[in-house]
């Protein structure tokens, strides 16, 4: 079930949601590859930089989504197709209102962070990362084939990503760090209500589990007098005195030799 937050928020967007975004956002990548191929110097004026959005520059507020994810068309070419895959499949999955709003929050958090440090300049592979990172957590058992050839499970690439991101927090500089903060920001703002219940699930299956094994491993029978019992001593025929009130359990040596006892 959905927050109450997220289902106002996309009655508000309902009306500006684009179908199949993903396609556009690559269509517009694709574009802007060509233009650095053919136009060098124009690439330089994709990335965000707050400083030179403030000077006027404000289409870097857009532009930086569209920087390609690498300057080789063929493995672009690659990206591109995993991105469309993923993209696609988060949106039959969620709906297209809730996949704009999830690529809207991932824009935003970038662009906060980019006017923490006006200087630096902040690209979109973070927020490309944080589809990855969804897409891997809805469907885990994903196969990928690795360089063409190696079958990887998604689950097992999200999981290098995981470190990555932790890796890049704690020896990267600032703005790589602001950059991953956002699009981790992103995916808990998402994914942490089912993460938290998840937690509680298994903490719960873990309490009922430790209880079970309790259970199982109590012994049924204990010697009221030496304290031996029925798991340390299978073999013991223990019997139950019913000249003590409540009745009591005695292994074989001290059943005729006690003293009754009542409580």
Sequence with gaps: MKPQWQR?????????AVPNVTG??????????IVAIARPALYAALPLQAGLVLQGEWWRLIS????PPTDSMLWAAFAWYLFWLMGTALEGHWGTIHY??????????????????????????F??????????????????????VLPVKIKWLARLTWLMYGLSVLLGDWP???MVLAAT??????????IWLTM???????????????????????CAVCGITDKTHPRTDFRYCSGCKPARAYCPEHLPTHEHRRD
């Design 185 to 194: 920001g992103n995916y808990l703002l998402f994914f942490g209500r089912d």
């Design 176 to 178: 790589q760090r602001l």
């Design 64 to 67: 930086f989504v569209a920087i």
């Design 100 to 125: 704009n709003l999830f690529l809207l929050t991932g824009w935003l958090a970038t662009v906060a962070a980019a006017f923490i440090i006006p200087d630096a300049e902040f690209g979109n592979l």
């Design 127 to 148: 927020i490309g990362g944080a589809v990855f990172l969804a897409f891997a957590r809805l469907y885990p058992e994903f196969e990928l084939a690795l360089f063409f």
């Design 200 to 222: 509680r699930s298994r903490e719960w299956r873990m309490r009922n589990q430790a209880a079970a094994f309790v259970v199982q491993h109590q012994a049924r029978h204990t």
């Design 8 to 16: 106002r928020v996309e009655r508000l967007l309902e009306p500006l």
């Design 24 to 33: 556009y956002l690559v269509g517009m990548q694709f574009l802007c590859l």
